[in-house]
């Protein structure tokens, strides 16, 4: 059993910042991807970054590239995403997941490859 666990949300205003940190506990050794998904209400949950950490490759959403950062601190077993100048439409709870396998480029960011997930942190940015 794998237990997820994000921290990090909060409100700020357009153009502020903030870092989600998530936390795995368990099996956590045998995870190849970690990745950070949003859903805001009335939209489908969407694919923000993964980090494959078997060759610390880093994947992105088109919407977030150079404004977002997925790191992961191996000592601390810490998965971070830093979010930089955030607009109104980055606001969603976003949640972390851990994969346990190979996904790719075209498999990081469907949700269903992931296996388990935290309770979400919810972000609000306000304009």
């Known amino acids: 059993q794998v237990f997820v666990e994000e921290s990090g949300g909060g409100s700020v205003q357009a153009g502020g910042s903030l870092r989600l940190s998530c936390t795995s506990f368990?099996?956590?050794?045998?995870?190849?991807?970690m990745g950070w998904f949003r859903q805001a209400p009335g939209k489908e949950r969407e694919g923000v970054a993964a980090?494959?950490?078997?060759?610390?490759?880093?994947y992105y959403a088109d919407s977030v590239k150079g404004r977002f950062t997925i790191s992961q601190d191996n000592a601390k077993n810490t998965l971070y995403l830093q979010m930089n100048s955030l607009k109104p439409e980055d606001s969603a709870m976003y949640s972390c997941?851990?994969?346990?396998?190979?996904?790719?480029?075209?498999?990081?960011?469907?949700?269903?490859?992931?296996?388990?997930w935290g309770q979400g942190t919810q972000v609000t940015v306000s304009s």
């Open positions: 980090f494959d950490q078997t060759d610390s490759t880093e």
């Open positions: 368990g099996a956590a050794s045998s995870s190849a991807y």
């Open positions: 997941a851990t994969a346990h396998r190979w996904l790719g480029r075209r498999g990081w960011s469907v949700f269903d490859n992931y296996n388990y």
